[in-house]
């Protein structure tokens, strides 16, 4: 889910570039654009930077790994056909 803090952000943003009769107009606004923001970005199939950063290193394990499996693989096709050629 989208960070709160994140919408508090933007929500503040957007309140500030409101001319400044439209700003006075206040509380109301500011709660229906923080409620058409969360309701906007939740739509969103987004990930939180905490998944992503979880997702980013699992990757990088993977990748890793793979690279490890390919040299060995490597290695192995290498005496075999070393053995082949006897």
């Known amino acids: ?4 803090k994140k919408i508090e952000q933007i929500a503040t943003q957007l309140q500030s570039a409101l001319p400044k009769g439209v700003r006075e107009i ?3 606004i500011d709660k229906k654009m923080r409620a058409i923001l969360q309701s906007q970005l939740g739509k969103l199939d987004l ?5 992503f950063d979880v ?15 390919e040299k060995r693989l490597a290695e192995l096709e290498a005496r075999l056909a070393e053995k082949g050629g006897e």
Do not use: W
């Not at 889910?1 to 709160?4: A, K, T, V, Y």
């Not at 990930?47 to 998944?51: F, L, Q």
């Not at 980013?56 to 790994?65: G, I």
């Open 1 to 4: 889910m989208i960070d709160p």
């Open 26 to 28: 206040g509380a109301d």
């Open 47 to 51: 990930v939180n930077r905490e998944e």
């Open 55 to 69: 997702q980013t290193q699992v990757l990088l394990r993977t990748r890793e790994k793979l690279s490890q499996m």
